[in-house]
């Protein structure tokens, strides 16, 4: 059975499993791409577990870059353990 994760304040989001975060910035393997997006590489590295909106606000990532960011790819939510 597939459940659709919940978008929301509470939404957990990591590092999607096709993007991989190296010296240089942020890996896409869908889309071949090197993407140099520090704010991200910084989250990532600081909370491997997941980071909310909240949290990436308090890093300095506004709300639409966390959006993009999920409309882009590199990023995914976290679905809740049941």
Request: charged residues 20%.
């Amino acid at each position: 059975m597939y459940r659709l994760p919940r978008i929301d304040e509470t939404t957990r989001w990591r590092l999607a499993p096709w993007c991989y975060a190296w010296d240089g910035g942020i890996y896409h393997d869908y889309l071949a791409q090197h993407l140099l997006i520090p704010s991200l590489q910084a989250l990532v590295t600081d909370l491997p577990d997941g980071f909310t909106s909240d949290m990436a606000g308090e890093a300095g990532v506004a709300a639409a870059e966390l959006d993009n960011w999920q409309r882009r790819g590199p990023i995914v939510p976290i679905l809740p353990q049941s």
